[in-house]
């Protein structure tokens, strides 16, 4: 509730209402559904090689990043589990189970007089590649991890990695779109709210911080190793 209580403060809360506007188009809806369990994934696996293959003088640097952005969202998972919106509407979970954060009130109400926020579970109504009510998917995640969003975080380090290497002007603007295209896919589906982005844009910085930093220090120890060694055998 604290996240609804700063966005209504600063008049960002209208994710409802977004998702409410796009919702007849059942196809983009399907499509972002699609986009949101896949993209994530492979775009960033994809880059990742990429990198790996394009520039490996930077990749270690990237990588680094990478491995330290994520490390910090786990943090904030654990530190502050916020529920995704569509989670909003969902019945409380039994005593002992869940977060009691599930069973917050809100000031709109259905026209059963039952207290909502009028958010739908599109994966849970018009399907996707991951449910995360149910099966494998639901076993393995955890519902309650939309503080920071990594899909934000990981789609900017998509961008920043790649810019370097992309010319031509369609694949910077393509890279420029890609964040854009998350943004609005983790709102029109209402897994996040808009500060959850904010949220993985910090931890993309400071990931970038910190993994910049280790990888100069391990260059200066490479380097200082290699010197030792070619001080030891000079003949070589």
């Not at 990237?62 to 943090?75: F, G, K, Q, S, Y």
């Not at 930093?213 to 003949?235: I, Y």
């Amino acid at each position: 509730m604290r996240v609804i209580r700063l966005e209504r403060l600063i008049g960002l809360f209208h994710e409802e209402s977004i998702q409410g506007f796009f919702l007849p188009h059942v196809w983009l809806i399907k499509a972002m559904n699609t986009y949101y369990g896949t993209a994530h994934f492979f775009v960033t696996l994809g880059v990742f090689i990429l990198l790996f293959r394009r520039r490996p003088d930077v990749f270690g640097q990237w990588r680094n990043t990478l491995a330290a952005m994520t490390a910090l969202a786990i943090v904030g998972f654990i530190l502050f589990p916020l529920m995704p919106p569509r989670l909003l509407d969902a019945p409380c979970p039994k005593a002992g189970v869940g977060f009691g954060g599930a069973c917050i009130e809100s000031p709109l109400r259905n026209y059963n007089g039952a207290l909502n926020f009028g958010f739908d579970d599109t994966v849970e109504i018009f399907g996707g590649p991951l449910h995360f009510n149910k099966g494998a998917a639901a076993r393995l995640s955890n519902q309650y991890a939309a503080m920071p969003s990594l899909h934000i975080g990981w789609s900017t380090w998509c961008v920043f990695a790649l810019w370097p290497i992309t010319k031509k002007r369609w694949q910077r603007i393509a890279l420029f779109l890609y964040p854009m295209l998350t943004l609005f896919c983790i709102i029109v589906t209402a897994n996040h709210f808009w500060i959850d982005g904010l949220g993985g844009l910090i931890v993309f910085g400071v990931g970038y911080v910190l993994g910049t930093r280790l990888h100069r220090w391990n260059h200066k120890r490479l380097d200082l190793q290699l010197a030792a060694q070619m001080a030891a055998h000079p003949s070589h």
